[in-house]
């Protein structure tokens, strides 16, 4: 067995072998020097070795938009959001976006993530040159019934092409993008292709005031904007998520992006379907619309990861961050989370929303070697009393030192490991002027 280990990382607390792409052993530093004596072993003192953590939500392709929509009413975010990609960004502006978001990632210990894009074959070559997992969920868009055939033949030809560039890391899965941008019947066409398929589904769901008035009481801003471009719209008169149980995409078990407007019966609907939570507590509140039940969610036993969103609503990509906040904010509305909770939702919860957790998201023997390791040497983080509560209440993915993903060191000595930053730094100013 010793001799096909690569590699020991070891800290304070424990210790962590790896060879080639698996985890296959852990335990106390002696246990583990101890039973593969001829490893390298590399000692990180003070410093906590996590399973790598996961974002369940991102939208890596905007993050040159971070700062770019800052005070915008949810709907004139979105337009101008829309319009600056469709116009101003060429496809590698989207690709550099996404590649610098994949690097943002990797920096803060992030090794998976949950990517809805438009351009999803750009987001695909991102996680794939900064060495990511993730599954990449090609949006889909559509209000109009009478284009349901065209929009969804249009998805299907780009599934097809973009599963010619999947990895063992890197996977395809698709995205119908939220009910007020994707009519019923194309809901209904996509839950069909995602289950015939096996395609992973992520959808935006109960996330704004204005979603719920659209699908409830068939009025409110997304209403009037589809009068006025002659869309017909019939309110189902249900809660979005009754709504996405009726016309059949609850089948795929979907990741459900915000799930802010839930009450006890559409929780247990989510759970007893199997559908999963992406919970964006830092998005949810920039965005000004409100706050997820996530203390019910772990309480109902649903799979539930923290996710940041884009970088245009958050303004960052930082699980360890989006923990804190949660926790927070949970306790703000007393209910008591703790700091296990959240790393555990911030890892093997994360894993789960994406079908993962046979793979990642657990620091167990055979599973991948996705590991972050978080320096608890920082003025903000002496004394630990209590590493759990200094991870959550007191760090951030800035204390990151080193990232691994199947076993290949992607984050190192502060630099992200076979990625020219500097010119992606500079094409991000760039792609800035043009904004
Ligand atoms: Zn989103």
Same mark, same amino acid.
């Given at each position: 067995?010793s001799s ?14 790896v060879?080639g ?11 583990i ?10 000692d ?6 996590l399973p790598?953590l ?6 890596l ?24 990609r469709?116009?101003k960004?060429?496809?590698?502006d989207?690709?550099?976006?996404a ?17 809805a894009?438009?351009?999803a ?9 900064v060495?990511?997992?993730?599954v ?11 284009l349901v055939?065209q ?16 990895t ?6 698709v995205s ?12 209904e ?7 015939d398929?096996?395609l ?6 109960a ?5 719920e008035?659209?699908v ?19 309110a189902?008169?249900?809660s979005?998520?009754?709504?996405l ?5 609850l089948e795929t ?22 559908? @999963? ?30 996710g ?27 209910c008591?989370?703790t700091a296990s ?22 620091l167990s023997?055979?599973a ?24 959550i ?7 990151v ?8 060191e ?15 730094r500079?094409?991000m100013?760039?792609? @800035?002027? @043009?904004?």
């Amino acid at each position: 067995m010793s001799s096909e280990v690569s590699k020991i990382y070891s800290s304070y607390y424990g210790a962590v072998a790896v060879s080639g792409t698996r985890i296959v052993g852990v335990g106390s530093h002696t246990e583990i020097v101890n039973r593969f004596p001829k490893c390298d072993v590399e000692d990180f003192g003070e410093a906590l070795i996590l399973p790598g953590l996961v974002n369940t939500h991102t939208h890596l392709e905007l993050t040159a938009m971070r700062g770019y929509l800052e005070d915008e009413d949810f709907f004139a975010w979105l337009r101008k959001l829309t319009l600056a990609r469709l116009e101003k960004m060429t496809p590698d502006d989207m690709r550099v976006s996404a590649t610098w978001g994949a690097c943002e990632a990797v920096r803060a210990g992030i090794t998976c993530v949950g990517d809805a894009s438009d351009s999803a074959m750009m987001s695909m070559l991102a996680l794939k040159d900064v060495g990511l997992r993730g599954v990449v969920f090609q949006e889909s868009f559509g209000p109009d019934p009478r284009l349901v055939q065209q929009n969804c033949a249009t998805l299907e030809a780009k599934i097809a092409e973009l599963r010619g560039v999947e990895t063992e890391l890197v996977r395809v899965g698709v995205s119908p993008h939220a009910p007020y941008t994707v009519c019923g019947p194309q809901l209904e066409l996509i839950a069909r292709f995602a289950r015939d398929e096996q395609l992973p589904v992520m959808m935006h769901a109960a996330e704004s005031r204005d979603e719920e008035l659209f699908v409830r009481e068939g009025c409110g801003t997304f209403a009037e904007k589809l009068a006025a471009r002659g869309i017909e719209w019939t309110a189902p008169q249900l809660s979005t998520i009754q709504y996405l149980k009726h016309v059949g995409l609850l089948e795929t078990q979907p990741l459900l992006a915000h799930c802010i407007r839930v009450d006890d019966a559409d929780i247990e609907t989510i759970r007893d379907t199997g559908a @999963k939570v992406a919970h964006c507590p830092k998005s949810n509140a920039k965005l000004g619309h409100g706050r997820a039940p996530f203390a019910k969610f772990l309480e109902a036993g649903i799979a539930v990861g923290f996710g940041s969103d884009s970088v245009a609503s958050n303004n960052t990509c930082d699980i360890l961050e989006e923990a804190r906040f949660a926790v927070l904010l949970s306790r703000a509305g007393d209910c008591l989370v703790t700091a296990s909770d959240a790393l555990r939702t911030a890892t093997l919860g994360g894993a789960r929303c994406l079908d993962l957790q046979s793979q990642t998201g657990v620091l167990s023997e055979g599973a991948q070697a996705d590991l972050a390791v978080l320096s608890l040497t920082g003025p903000h983080q002496i004394p630990n009393h209590d590493p759990a509560a200094t991870a959550i209440f007191a760090s951030s993915g800035r204390d990151v030192i080193a990232t691994v993903v199947a076993g290949r060191e992607v984050f190192r000595e502060g630099r992200v490991v076979g990625v020219d930053e500097e010119r992606l730094r500079a094409r991000m100013q760039e792609i @800035k002027e @043009k904004l």
